[in-house]
């Protein structure tokens, strides 16, 4: 494993690899950002994920989805840099999807307005 990397340099990295995927699966080099998500806005498939979730693994030699992060929490490019942050600073705080935290909202809101049986 890999421990002398910085925060930058995990973010480097992640970067690099969907920027790879990205440019096989379209024959040219894309810009994205931070907040793009990986499906909606980038179009990656879960076979896709997949692939990218190995490749920094092999390349990082950590799973952060084995114990410390959900890997259903990950939807957007900086949720996956913050995973792979997480793995290396177990004191990085997790950034809340604003879109996460309002279905969240919503659906607690359901729970409460059923009527118990």
Not at 29 to 56: E, R
Not at 86 to 108: C, G, I, N, Q
Request: hydrophobic share 40%.
């Amino acid at each position: 494993m890999l421990t002398a990397l910085t925060r930058s340099q995990i973010e480097t990295l992640v970067h690099g690899r969907i920027r790879a995927i990205l440019q096989e699966r379209s024959g040219e080099a894309q810009n994205f950002s931070g907040s793009d998500k990986l499906n909606a806005t980038l179009g990656l498939t879960s076979l896709d994920l997949a692939f990218l979730v190995s490749d920094l693994e092999a390349e990082l030699g950590v799973d952060p989805f084995a114990k410390l992060v959900s890997i259903t929490s990950v939807r957007s490019v900086d949720d996956l840099v913050l995973a792979y942050q997480k793995a290396f600073f177990p004191e990085t705080e997790p950034v809340e999807d604003a879109s996460l935290a309002a279905a969240s909202k919503r659906a607690e809101l359901r729970r409460q307005r059923r009527p118990r049986r």
